[in-house]
Structures are given as structure tokens and as C-alpha cells.
């Protein structure tokens, strides 16, 4: 009888919660607390190059694998609506009031989305198309946003994600 209390009670919480955010949601956009920047550089950077480190790969992938792009390719997707909400850095305000921002941004996520559609099917083809559209979105972006910031030549810290370990020759 109580766990049925507490479940009405969670229940009507969600709902009071969820009303509560569509109503402050209707009054202002949620404010990032990070700059842009440190989003690419820590999501959308990161989750990208599992997306390539996979494509390049030439062999099967195994299941493992699949799982590691669909991961990363959902936390990509998502990255897009993100990006367009701005954040806390000096040019974020800019970008995001940019339709070209918003657009590539959507690029981007549409690109996402292809690598998890490759994920879920394991088709090597597929993952190939979205990494190469990726690369083009990604490029194009910096390009126009950010030309005089390198799209790579940066370090990746092996042990930021322990699964970088994947991709060093054994």
C-alpha cells in the first residue's frame, strides 16, 4: 500500500515539476552556465571523435563499438539544441542569435543522428556518410564562426575517457 502512495506521490511531483518547467520555459530560455567552448571542446569535440575513430576503423566493429558510436552519436544529437541556447562566453550570445549558428548546428545533429541510425543497423557505410557530413558541418562552422581557431592540432588527453584506449596500436 505505501509503495502505491509513493508512486502517486512521485506522480503527481513529476507532474507539478513538469508544468512548473513548461511554464519558466514559456517566460525565458534556460540559461547555460558554461561557454560554448568548453562545450565543443568537452561534448561535442569528444563525442565527434568517437563518431571518426570508428568511421576510420577498417574492419567490422564490434558490438561494443556500435554501442560506443550510438552513445556518442546521442550525446551529438543532443548537443545541436544546446549549442543554440548560447552559454557564458564573449561570442556566445552572437552565435546563438545567428540563423547560420542554428542551422549547422542542426547540421550537426542530423549528422548525429545518421551515425545512430548507423549504430543501430552496424552498417559501416552508413557511419562513413555521417562522419564525412560531420567533418564538413564541423569545418564549415569553424570556418565562418571561428577562423582562426584550428579544427584540430589540439591534444586529446588519453586519459580523459578511458576508452581512448580503443583507438592506440597495440
Same mark, same amino acid.
Given at each position: 500500500m505505501s509503495s502505491k502512495i509513493c508512486s502517486c506521490t512521485a506522480l503527481g511531483l513529476s507532474m507539478s515539476l513538469g508544468i512548473g518547467l513548461a511554464v519558466n520555459a514559456a517566460e525565458a530560455p534556460p540559461q547555460v552556465p558554461v561557454s560554448i567552448n568548453a562545450l565543443m571542446v568537452t561534448l561535442v569535440d569528444h563525442s565527434a571523435h568517437h563518431i571518426w575513430n570508428h568511421q576510420a576503423l577498417e574492419? &567490422?566493429?564490434?558490438?561494443?563499438?556500435?554501442?560506443?558510436?550510438?552513445?556518442y552519436s546521442i550525446q551529438l544529437a543532443a548537443s545541436g539544441p544546446l549549442l543554440t541556447l548560447g552559454g557564458n562566453g564573449p561570442d556566445d550570445a552572437a552565435w546563438a542569435a545567428d540563423s547560420r549558428w542554428r542551422d549547422m548546428s542542426q547540421a550537426m545533429s542530423s549528422a548525429a543522428?545518421?551515425?545512430? &541510425?548507423?549504430?543501430?543497423?552496424?552498417n559501416k557505410e552508413l557511419l562513413s556518410s555521417a562522419g564525412d557530413t560531420l567533418l564538413e558541418v564541423c569545418e564549415s562552422c569553424h570556418q565562418?564562426?571561428?577562423?582562426?581557431?584550428?579544427?584540430?592540432?589540439?591534444?586529446?588527453?588519453?586519459d580523459y575517457d578511458h576508452l581512448y584506449h580503443l583507438f592506440v596500436p597495440q
Amino acid at each position: 500500500m505505501s509503495s502505491k502512495i509513493c508512486s502517486c506521490t512521485a506522480l503527481g511531483l513529476s507532474m507539478s515539476l513538469g508544468i512548473g518547467l513548461a511554464v519558466n520555459a514559456a517566460e525565458a530560455p534556460p540559461q547555460v552556465p558554461v561557454s560554448i567552448n568548453a562545450l565543443m571542446v568537452t561534448l561535442v569535440d569528444h563525442s565527434a571523435h568517437h563518431i571518426w575513430n570508428h568511421q576510420a576503423l577498417e574492419r &567490422d566493429l564490434t558490438d561494443d563499438e556500435w554501442r560506443l558510436v550510438e552513445y556518442y552519436s546521442i550525446q551529438l544529437a543532443a548537443s545541436g539544441p544546446l549549442l543554440t541556447l548560447g552559454g557564458n562566453g564573449p561570442d556566445d550570445a552572437a552565435w546563438a542569435a545567428d540563423s547560420r549558428w542554428r542551422d549547422m548546428s542542426q547540421a550537426m545533429s542530423s549528422a548525429a543522428v545518421v551515425a545512430m &541510425d548507423a549504430a543501430k543497423s552496424k552498417n559501416k557505410e552508413l557511419l562513413s556518410s555521417a562522419g564525412d557530413t560531420l567533418l564538413e558541418v564541423c569545418e564549415s562552422c569553424h570556418q565562418t564562426f571561428k577562423p582562426s581557431s584550428p579544427t584540430e592540432g589540439f591534444v586529446h588527453n588519453p586519459d580523459y575517457d578511458h576508452l581512448y584506449h580503443l583507438f592506440v596500436p597495440q
